[in-house]
């Protein structure tokens, strides 16, 4: 069953590769491998992110994605050119990601006390 998620999101984690991808000459290093948080969904997955400069990528920063041409999409990922900035506020960092549970969760309890390795 195909399900339908947001076309935005945010940066949980990143990284600047400086290695080329096989079979992508279009990709130049050095760019932005991110792990892109889609907005209403508990997923996400790894992305590139192109449209500003490697430095100004952030953990938080709220990312719309860039699609191929209406004849090249398909159900995956692959679909996606890239994510570029939005321009909008970011995610604060408590919130980015997967982070949610040093800022002691959604209920309000820490759970690295739970686990005992406070």
């Not at 945010?10 to 892109?36: E, K, M, N, Q």
Request: glycine letters at 14%; one cysteine or more; aromatic letters at 6%.
């Amino acid at each position: 069953e195909e399900v339908e998620l947001a076309h935005t999101g945010h940066v949980g984690s990143f990284c600047v590769t400086h290695l080329p991808i096989p079979g992508r000459s279009d990709l130049v290093p050095p760019y932005v491998s991110a792990w892109i948080h889609l907005d209403g969904s508990a997923i996400g997955f790894l992305g590139l992110v192109a449209g500003c400069a490697n430095e100004d990528v952030r953990i938080g920063m709220r990312v719309r994605a860039v699609w191929k041409p209406d004849g090249e999409l398909g159900p995956t990922s692959e679909s996606i050119l890239h994510w570029e900035p939005t321009g909008e506020p970011d995610v604060p960092f408590e919130r980015a990601g997967n982070r949610a549970w040093r800022a002691g969760g959604p209920d309000g309890r820490d759970g690295r006390q739970e686990r005992g390795d406070a």
